[in-house]
């Protein structure tokens, strides 16, 4: 069953909510639903059951029905710092993160970084960003659309997360004796927080890695197998839930 985010604007009273702009088109135009038809909203991060009352063709009017009950969200609030990569690489990073239940995506251009984002186009990123992350978060049934946010730089990454956070920073140019990630977590309680650091392609430049080994981050290995940047973060976040119980699973 379909699942869309509606903000406090939309209702017009506590049963009735209106349907605007994208999401409109994608009802009617996509998914091509018509009167009567179910469908779930998400008001102030609460899933509620709902129904198709009237269709216009600016919006598309909703009863809501009852609340669902939900546990999709993870108790652990994970942050991807994610090295903007090359092309539309970013795109598929956002998205997966957001399907597996990342809370926060902080794009930062890296000393490495190929790509660059000149300042009158980051507006525009965000928005795409951000779409993609609501869509994502539809599609896995999520309550919380993740925040995506951008950064300058590493450092300026660092300064827009949890200072409180465990942060994690799988290091692929090691040369050997760095502690595994599964090793890092039994060594540590598990946190309300957690961040992780992918680089670039290029990985990490060395003074990079300084400002995170300054700011508590701990350098771990994935292993002997490289992993390209769009895959480690999704890999990371899959470990990350799965040691701590947070996959959803009953």
Known sequence: MQRYFLDDKSLKNDK???????????????????????????????????????????????????????????GIALTLLQGLPKGEKIDLIIRQAAEIGVAEIIVFQAARSVAKIAGDKRESKLLRWRKIAKEAAELAHRTVIPEVKFADSLKAAFSLMDSEALKLVPYELQNGGLPALKEVLHRVAVPSSAAFVIGPEGGFAEEEVHLMEAAGGRLLTLGKRILRTETAGLVVASLLLYEWDQMGVN
């Open 16 to 74: 009735i909510a209106v349907i605007q702009g994208a999401d409109h088109h994608h009802i009617t135009r996509v998914m091509r639903m018509k009167l009567g038809d179910k469908l779930q909203v998400v008001i102030a991060s609460t899933p509620y059951l709902a129904a198709i009352t009237a269709i216009s063709d600016l919006q598309v009017e909703v009863e809501v029905l009852e609340r669902m009950q939900d546990g999709s969200e993870a």
